[in-house]
């Protein structure tokens, strides 16, 4: 298990080198006063000043970060947005105009990893793209008659950080951009080749097919679906590029079928990222 989670931890993508659009990092329950009264719980909220680990108790901010967890800094390193999968929030710890209840699946962040993702929008300083899964259950699902979880579609919104004296709007929001029973989170980019667009990949739920998404100026485009690999079951995991964007690794560490645990299962190809496409 330590080697896997080093293995882990040594793929993890950076967003923009030589930026700092990683640079806060939110965890915990939401702040305030809890169910039952009295009791308190907070959010720890992670900064890099001058490269090093700052740590910073928010009693304010009425969201909690428990899986789903996208946060975006500006190239300074400044704090601009930050969404659960539920709500988009502000620099002021409150909710973006336009911003709450982003899904149907009701109030309240989405508990799965990796259900939002959020990124500059190449050649706007202001504007943020954000992509984000709904959530559904079945039962049964399959022959077996267990509950699984699946992300119906992928959606996008777009935010104006000029908006607002700076705090931003949600512009639009709720564009579907594949609409397909796709595996629960695991939404990942890199940047593209010519070093100012995005690609981001979506997998399709116990199958080998992957979705590829550019990102560009002009804005969100489905460039279509590949077959690569074998098929494998699918659970809650992650998914992430290498650092310089060669490679790609998705690995389902837990099944849903809770009678029946299983091992993680872990998938690595390389990647072209003037295609969009996997191989190898």
């Not at 899964?133 to 008659?145: A, K, M, Q, R, T």
């Not at 837990?254 to 072209?272: E, H, K, L, M, Q």
């Amino acid at each position: 298990m330590k080697k896997l989670t080093l293995f882990i931890l040594t793929i993890i993508p950076i967003v923009a080198v030589c930026q700092r659009h990683d640079n806060t990092t939110l965890l915990g329950y939401k702040g305030g006063s809890f169910s039952p009264p009295g009791d308190i719980f907070g959010i720890s909220v992670l900064t890099f000043p001058d490269g090093k680990l700052q740590i910073e108790e928010n009693f304010d901010l009425g969201m909690y970060f428990d899986a789903t967890n996208s946060i975006l800094s500006d190239s300074n390193g400044l704090l601009q947005m930050y969404t659960n999968g539920g709500d988009i929030g502000t620099v002021q710890w409150d909710i973006m105009q336009n911003g709450a209840d982003l899904t149907d699946d009701g109030p309240g962040p989405n508990i799965w990893p990796q259900m939002a993702l959020s990124l500059p929008k190449p050649g706007n300083g202001n504007r943020i793209i954000l992509l984000y899964g709904d959530e559904e259950f079945f039962w049964p699902y399959g022959p077996d008659g267990i509950v699984w979880v699946v992300s119906n579609n992928l959606y996008a919104a777009e935010i104006d950080m000029s908006l607002n004296n700076g705090l931003g709007k949600v512009i639009s929001r709720g564009q579907m951009v594949i609409e397909d029973t796709l595996s629960i989170g695991k939404f990942t980019a890199t940047k593209h080749a010519n070093g100012r667009d995005w690609w981001l990949l979506a997998h399709e739920q116990f199958s080998n097919r992957y979705h590829s998404l550019l990102i560009d100026p002009y804005g969100i485009h489905n460039m279509g679906s590949q077959t690569v690999g074998t098929p494998y079951d699918d659970g809650v995991g992650q998914a992430c590029f290498s650092p310089d964007g060669a490679h790609y690794v998705i690995m389902d560490g837990v099944d849903f079928d809770t009678s029946n645990a299983v091992g993680c299962s872990i998938n690595i190809y390389d990647f072209d990222r003037c295609t969009g496409m996997l191989f190898n």
